[in-house]
């Protein structure tokens, strides 16, 4: 499985972290940036994860910035991007369960690393549960 990886500054150093964890795993990975802890914009990064996730380029999506909701909401303006913020455990398996994300998203100044190895974990190993929640994710996407 491929993972593409964004972040910002804040998210930065996480990542960094989090993409060697999981190559150690076996998992291939791409990063779409930002390549230091120099101040940048969140939505230069986020844009292209959401494209590659798209286009099938990675199989799925992992971004992080200080609170999250940055990489959340810029995410989500893709049609085909489900971006589910998670800070722990618990909502790392629900966002996989019941909403099938195809990105996790994490707020990396308000968790632990330690956290962000186990809410990974929990969202990769959970499997989607399908049925009624397929038909709401189905409802997702703005009709045209
Ligand atoms: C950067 O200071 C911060 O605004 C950003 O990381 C993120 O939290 C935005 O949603």
Same mark, same amino acid.
């Given at each position: 499985?491929?993972?593409?990886?964004?972040?910002?500054?804040?998210?930065?150093?996480?990542?960094?972290?989090?993409?060697?964890?999981?190559?150690?795993?076996?998992?291939?990975?791409?990063?779409?940036?930002?390549?230091?802890?120099?101040?940048?914009?969140?939505?230069?990064?986020?844009?292209?994860?959401a494209?590659?996730?798209?286009?099938?380029?990675?199989?799925?999506?992992?971004?992080?910035?200080?609170?999250?909701?940055?990489?959340?909401?810029?995410?989500?303006k893709h049609?085909g991007i489900? #971006?589910? $913020?998670?800070?722990?455990? !618990?909502? =790392?398996?629900?966002?996989?369960?019941?909403?099938?994300?195809? *990105?996790?998203?994490?707020?990396?100044?308000?968790?632990?690393?330690?956290?962000?190895?186990?809410?990974?974990? #929990?969202? $990769?190993?959970?499997?989607? !549960?399908? =049925?009624?929640?397929?038909?709401?994710?189905?409802?997702?996407? *703005?009709?045209?």
């Amino acid at each position: 499985m491929k993972i593409g990886f964004c972040s910002d500054h804040a998210g930065f150093d996480y990542k960094t972290r989090l993409i060697e964890a999981l190559q150690q795993k076996g998992y291939e990975t791409a990063d779409f940036g930002t390549d230091s802890s120099a101040s940048m914009d969140y939505p230069d990064v986020a844009h292209p994860l959401a494209e590659a996730v798209e286009r099938g380029t990675v199989d799925c999506g992992i971004a992080m910035c200080g609170t999250g909701n940055g990489m959340a909401m810029t995410l989500n303006k893709h049609q085909g991007i489900r #971006a589910g $913020l998670a800070w722990n455990r !618990e909502i =790392g398996e629900l966002v996989r369960q019941h909403n099938n994300a195809n *990105v996790l998203v994490m707020p990396a100044r308000f968790i632990a690393f330690e956290e962000v190895l186990v809410i990974t974990s #929990a969202w $990769l190993d959970t499997p989607f !549960e399908g =049925g009624r929640h397929q038909k709401r994710i189905d409802k997702i996407p *703005v009709r045209k």
